[in-house]
């Protein structure tokens, strides 16, 4: 059994979010296990040998077979035939090192936790204990087989965090650039007023015709910067339609003004003129900042939201699912039933206890299909059935509100994203030297 990894998960825990994602149809033999008897007399063999641990074709083949499932579900396209049994067996094999590694370093898993584990993927297949056996040895894999491949794959993914974070690292500097990223971006239309002293040059003109224009506008730069007033200044001498309202062009978002204008001014605070002249087709410009009206960064919308989740699998397809919450729909809009009842009746995760509440939430928190959702939703609203890739939800907001980050909540906002952006490569790099460091022996399949 392996697990499918996500880093955004809902706000349930980070722990039981991981173990939900199991699901019986993901059923494999153990890391260093063999396949059961029948499947060895029907061709299976040892595709590879990692540390002291096996790898079997017939998981091989599983890995490929999920891969196609969940292809056909979402519509993501599959690399042909041999590279995806390459990946397949390169997973396999990675899996097989971290887990050699788990167990050198110590790391352990409680009874407890692993019950909990359990648990959760019976509640998960809506099934009880007693079924989950049953499901067990109809797949051919004994209970006790079971419950070392869970530990396995949970040992995977404390591993996992704690080697790949520890690699990670995201200096000041970074984080003060993303924020002047961030600010730029947010105000990258940002209403401005600006006011221009033009002094214009005849399209065509030579140099010589050119020289005493320039001389002008220089003079009334000095002027300027010897500190008489620009609107002054700008009465006296511009040559524009505003020259009256001291050259104020009024207040516009960046995309209306021209290209040159926004340049010009882009480092500029309130208040400052460009030090030296801009040249256009029309002539010589002087530009001044009279305002800037730009959005303070961190200032976000946070929603508070409930939701019932029907987590899919095998018997409870994604179509069920689907059904299945647009009769409890129908139940909450009638008032048969409320969404609280509904919630702690019927989903499946760690918020059902209270009535589905998942609490205030930030952009960015949930998983995008269920954020874009969420968002479309007026205060009150309760969603059709959304599909993510946990499974489906039933969606209500109950409250919006605006807030605005503290300058340290923002520091380590950026500095989480940063670290996010990061961690593919660093977990490639971890997994490629686990490898390295591994025994590792491929086999071919038997004549």
Do not use: C
């Amino acid at each position: 059994m392996t697990l499918s990894f996500h880093r955004r998960p809902l706000p349930t825990g980070r722990a039981l979010a991981a173990v939900a994602l199991f699901t019986l149809a993901a059923l494999v033999p153990a890391a260093g296990q063999a396949a059961p008897e029948r499947e060895l007399r029907n061709g299976d063999y040892i595709a590879a040998v990692v540390n002291q641990e096996l790898v079997t074709a017939g998981e091989v083949e599983r890995r490929i077979e999920r891969a196609q499932a969940e292809a056909g579900r979402s519509g993501a396209r599959l690399p042909p035939a041999a590279e995806l049994r390459r990946q397949a067996l390169d997973s396999l094999i990675d899996e097989r090192a971290m887990i050699t590694s788990a167990r050198d370093s110590g790391m352990r898993i409680d009874e407890a936790e692993l019950d909990r584990a359990v648990q959760s993927i019976a509640l998960q297949n809506q099934i009880s204990m007693d079924a989950l056996r049953q499901r067990l040895r109809a797949e051919g894999m004994d209970y006790g087989r079971f419950r070392a491949n869970l530990r396995d794959q949970l040992l995977i993914e404390r591993l996992r965090e704690r080697e790949v974070y520890q690699r990670i690292r995201v200096s000041d500097e970074e984080v003060e650039r993303m924020l002047d990223a961030q600010r730029q971006a947010v105000n990258a239309d940002a209403e401005t007023n600006l006011a221009q002293i033009l002094v214009t040059v005849p399209e065509g003109a030579d140099a010589a015709a050119e020289a005493p224009r320039r001389a002008l506008a220089e003079a009334a730069l000095a002027r300027v910067r010897g500190g008489e007033p620009f609107d002054q200044v700008a009465k006296q001498v511009s040559e524009d339609a505003n020259r009256a309202r001291g050259g104020e062009l009024g207040a516009r978002p960046l995309s209306r003004l021209p290209d040159a204008f926004v340049e010009a001014t882009r480092g500029l605070a309130v208040g400052q003129v460009t030090p030296t002249l801009l040249r256009t087709g029309a002539g010589f410009h002087i530009l001044k900042v009279l305002d800037r009206k730009e959005a303070a960064l961190g200032r976000i919308t946070q929603t508070r939201a409930r939701h019932v989740l029907l987590r899919t699998s095998p018997q409870l397809t994604p179509e069920l699912a689907t059904r299945r919450l647009a009769e409890y729909r129908r139940q909450i809009e009638s008032g048969a039933k409320s969404f609280e009842e509904i919630a702690r009746q019927f989903s499946e995760d760690g918020s059902a206890a209270g009535g589905g509440d998942l609490g205030w939430s930030s952009p960015g928190v949930m998983v995008p299909e269920f954020e874009g959702a969420m968002n479309e939703l007026p205060v009150g609203g309760l969603s059709a059935p959304v599909v993510s890739r946990f499974g489906v939800h039933l969606i209500q907001v109950l409250e919006r509100r605006e807030t605005a980050l503290e300058p340290k909540q923002l520091r380590e906002q950026a500095r989480n994203q940063l670290r996010e952006q990061k961690f593919e490569q660093a977990y490639l790099e971890w997994t490629k030297e686990l490898r390295a460091r591994a025994y590792l022996e491929l086999r071919e399949p038997p004549q």
